[in-house]
């Protein structure tokens, strides 16, 4: 038996970050019983040390930033590889209907933002080419999405110059309602974005739902509306820890998808990916062949040079980690975000607003926000190093304020404990203000019963305060 386990434990090669040890806070005063691998314990040390103006604790993005020495390298080497492996690598995960041997249709961008606007523009250049078939106007193409979508969505609009008709959301309810989105649909919509992995709060979109709202709709009017997903933040989560949600290819509308390599691709910042579901969906007429450079390149992009190192670091990852190592990383982020939501729920303080099902991060809002607002509380973590971003949700939730800590694979079980005992002495800090401030508050009302004149006196009190 011990023969075994300790043979089963030699042969388990997970990455840092998936290891039991990042699930466990080290002791802190003392020795730990078992031994930690080398590399575990380096890495969690310099973790802890790092608490100083590091991006590493920007919290505000889901951009990589921790990649293994060995990838590094083979990024300052500079190698070649052709991304045709990780197009297809992605367009399998995603479910694409590819026969056996049938290259999967896709390319690689410089982020999601690109990506998105590939497949929007595919979608509109297809829509126009058939309502000039049919002899009908062509001149005024919409998109539906939710309030909800990324700012990347209104820079392709105002750019190529399609109106979006967005559903709007209410408190409570971040994400675009199917049912609305549908409804709004006409014969010039070029395509309704669902969002897996809402920017804002993490949920996932019930594209499912959509895609069957749609089908119906589309069955009755004779139009046939596609479908893309933004997957930027949640088309490396979902296929791992949640496999059997559809939301992907598996559902007949979704054209097109978009994910982030650079967010849980595990990739530093610099790689998207678009994929088509067919080379049906992206119009021939959009990609441009070139031959000047020794061979035919077919290419679909808006810009041109683009370094390979980041394609280099995608395909690293796909063959290091595989299927096994991104679910162990997926899950341990799923952990952490759990332990974090429940340390946050402890203090009795916080309203939650994302799910426990989603793209791993924790959005929460203040119950009682009339002494301070999320803002203050977000600006007192800032001398702890911590970036944590405070923003107002869109229309119809704008009186609605989060903070949210999205929960990357460098984001540890050590630094989510120290990040919450950092919060509570933030709220601990603005709790002695807010006190100190109202009983000046309550002196001055009393002062100014007995003198009037006093009134100079109370202001600098409260400017005292405020600080
Ligand atoms: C981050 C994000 C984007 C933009 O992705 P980039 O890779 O930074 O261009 C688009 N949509 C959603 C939902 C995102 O979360």
Redesign the pocket.
């Known amino acids: 038996m011990a023969f075994s386990k300790a043979a089963k434990e030699s042969n388990v090669n997970h990455p840092t970050f998936a290891t039991p040890y990042s699930q466990v806070a080290l002791p802190r005063f003392k020795m730990p019983e078992r031994s930690t691998p080398k590399e575990t314990a380096y890495q969690i040390i310099s973790d802890e040390l790092m608490l100083d103006g590091n991006p590493r604790l920007n919290l505000a993005s ?2 990589t930033t921790w990649m293994e020495p060995e990838c590094d390298k083979l990024v300052m080497a500079g190698a070649t590889k052709n991304y045709n492996r990780c197009v297809n690598m992605i367009a399998h995960m995603f479910h694409a209907p590819l026969k056996d041997s049938e290259a999967a249709t896709g390319v690689a961008t ?7 606007m590939l497949a929007g523009l595919a979608f509109k250049r297809k829509w126009q080419n058939k309502r000039k078939a049919q002899g009908k106007p062509y001149d005024k193409p919409n998109m539906v999405t939710g309030a909800n ?2 700012v ?2 209104d820079k392709f609009a105002r750019y190529f110059e399609v109106e979006m008709k967005e559903v709007k959301l209410k408190e409570g309810y971040y994400v675009m309602d199917p049912a609305k989105a549908v409804e709004m649909v006409d014969e010039n919509t070029i395509c309704v974005a669902a ?1 897996l ?3 804002l709060n993490g949920e996932f979109e019930d594209v499912k739902r959509l895609n069957d709202l749609l089908m119906k709709k589309n069955k009755k009017t004779g139009w046939d509306t596609p479908i893309h997903v ?1 997957a ?2 949640g088309g490396f989560v979902a296929p791992f820890i949640y496999p059997e949600l559809e939301w992907d290819f598996r559902l007949p509308l979704v054209k097109s998808i ?1 994910v ?1 390599g ?2 849980y691709g595990l990739v530093y ?1 610099g790689v ?1 990916w678009a994929i088509w579901r067919t080379k049906e969906d992206l119009p021939e007429e959009l990609i441009f062949r070139i031959n000047y450079l020794g061979s035919d390149q077919p290419t679909f992009t808006l810009n041109f040079s683009k370094g390979s190192s980041t394609i280099i670091a995608q395909y690293y990852q796909l063959i290091r980690l595989g299927v096994e190592g991104y679910r162990n990383v997926m899950v341990n982020c799923r952990e952490n975000a759990k332990m974090l939501k429940e340390g946050l729920i402890k203090m009795g303080r916080f309203n939650v607003a994302s799910k426990d099902d989603g793209v791993p991060l924790v959005a929460f809002s203040l119950k009682d926000s009339s002494h301070y607002d999320e803002f203050k509380v977000v600006a007192k973590l800032r001398p702890f190093g911590w970036i944590v971003p405070a923003y107002t949700m869109p229309a119809d939730a704008q009186h609605v304020t989060v903070m949210r800590i999205v929960i990357r694979k460098e984001f540890t079980r050590t630094l989510a404990l120290r990040l919450l005992q950092d919060i509570h002495n933030a709220l601990l800090g603005l709790d002695a203000n807010a006190k100190a401030f109202s009983s000046a508050k309550k002196a001055s009302v009393t002062n100014e019963e007995v003198v009037t004149t006093t009134t100079k006196r109370v202001t600098i009190t409260k400017m005292n305060c405020i600080c």
């Open positions: 889901f951009v410089l982020g999601s933002s690109e990506a998105m979508v990324h990347c969505w969002i992995g809402s920017t933004d930027a933040s978009n982030s650079s967010k910042a998207g």
